[in-house]
């Protein structure tokens, strides 16, 4: 299969997650990545966790987001190095950062310059609050744009406190989106900047509290029964079985009384008392969940086209026929011959997989090829 992007070439200044996961999907789609690397360190997160999380030499987190990238070392304050990259500029089509404002300004990399070398680049950089304001100059770092940002008040309940999501979800959305940007901009057929900032891809991803939040200035009640989110009504969350635990959507409260036999939930006749009383029939739900096992509800649940589903680990996931069925898995190789299994991209085209063999580059691997190449 021709990838769509086959054919066309970035240049890779970013490190750590942001940037590299805008460039890990653009290789999926078949561009070709030349990654730069400081050339003593590397990547940061070549070595960000202790040994025992690593694959090979370097961390499962770098092996992950740097598959199928070739890598070049290379000193930005250096003159030939500089000079090297600027070759490589003029016949690239993407180029992609993620330092702090100003820092490619310092280096000479900035999008004028590389648009007087190459007056067609697409140049695409990630920030963490913008390139203007009180806040630019602040380290783009996951969990501070989470916490800056409102979201850590929308998961769990009241009583919880601010509660972060256990993934690093601004950076991979801020990275999704700047891929959004690119393919725009791929239109346009002339140079573009492109920029996202960390902190607007979590106020796009609120988009639907902060409506509301904007018309009339209320907090946001997350509820604190079997918290879920915040603007849905009883019976939406997570509800402990006997066994483990199972996931109840949206659905009718009485309903559900009758499927499940019990009894309390038949008063609640009228809609707007699932969201006004959703803690005292989520209580309700709960108690009565408890009695039988995971099985037991889901057997009655799902034949009536409830929305539910039990809540999965990763052992049992992985295990499941559901999951196997997906074909998510795909085993990659380094040049030296260490292989893995990590994900594959998630987009199909014509009912076919985006796979691919290569594994994350040694740190330099390719930067005697790629010299050559470009002088």
Not at 112 to 127: G, L, R
Not at 224 to 247: M, S
Request: proline residues 5%.
């Amino acid at each position: 299969m021709i990838k769509p992007l086959e054919g066309l070439t970035v240049l890779d200044f970013s490190q750590f997650l942001s940037g590299p996961s805008a460039t890990l999907r653009l290789a999926d789609l078949g561009a070709r990545i030349i990654k730069i690397e400081h050339f003593e360190k590397g990547d940061i997160t070549r070595n960000i966790y202790a040994p025992h999380l690593n694959i090979g030499d370097n961390s499962a987190f770098f092996q992950a987001i740097n598959r199928g990238k070739e890598s070049l070392c290379a000193d930005l304050k250096n003159a030939n190095d500089i000079e090297l990259i600027k070759k490589i500029a003029a016949k690239v089509d993407i180029v992609v950062s993620n330092f702090r404002p100003g820092v490619m300004d310092r280096l000479g990399l900035n999008f004028e310059n590389f648009k007087a070398i190459n007056p067609k680049v697409i140049y695409a950089e990630i920030n963490g609050y913008g390139s203007e304001g009180p806040w630019r100059d602040k380290p783009g770092q996951d969990l501070l744009l989470q916490a800056v940002s409102g979201a850590t008040y929308l998961t769990g309940g009241n009583s919880d406190g601010p509660t972060p999501m256990g993934l690093a979800i601004a950076d991979n959305l801020a990275g999704a989106q700047l891929v959004q940007g690119i393919l725009a901009a791929l239109m346009a057929d002339e140079a573009m900047h492109v920029e996202v900032s960390m902190l607007e891809a979590m106020l796009d991803f609120q988009f639907e509290p902060l409506t509301l939040y904007y018309q009339d200035g209320e907090a946001i009640d997350r509820g604190d029964q079997n918290a879920a989110h915040a603007l849905v009504a009883a019976p939406y969350g997570l509800y402990k079985t006997q066994d483990g635990y199972i996931a109840l959507a949206m659905g009718a409260i009485p309903i559900l009384g009758k499927l499940l036999d019990c009894d309390p939930l038949l008063s609640y006749e009228d809609p707007a008392s699932w969201f006004a009383k959703r803690d005292e029939i989520k209580l309700i739900i709960a108690s009565h969940l408890s009695t039988q096992t995971s099985r037991h509800w889901l057997s009655i649940l799902e034949p009536a086209d409830i929305w539910c589903a039990e809540v999965l680990d990763w052992k049992r996931l992985i295990a499941h026929e559901g999951f196997k069925a997906l074909n998510m898995l795909q085993t990659v190789s380094s040049s030296d011959g260490d292989t893995y299994q990590t994900t594959r991209c998630p987009i199909r085209f014509d009912d076919q997989l985006l796979t691919s063999i290569k594994g994350a580059p040694k740190l330099g691997e390719h930067t005697p090829f790629i010299t050559e190449e470009f002088q």
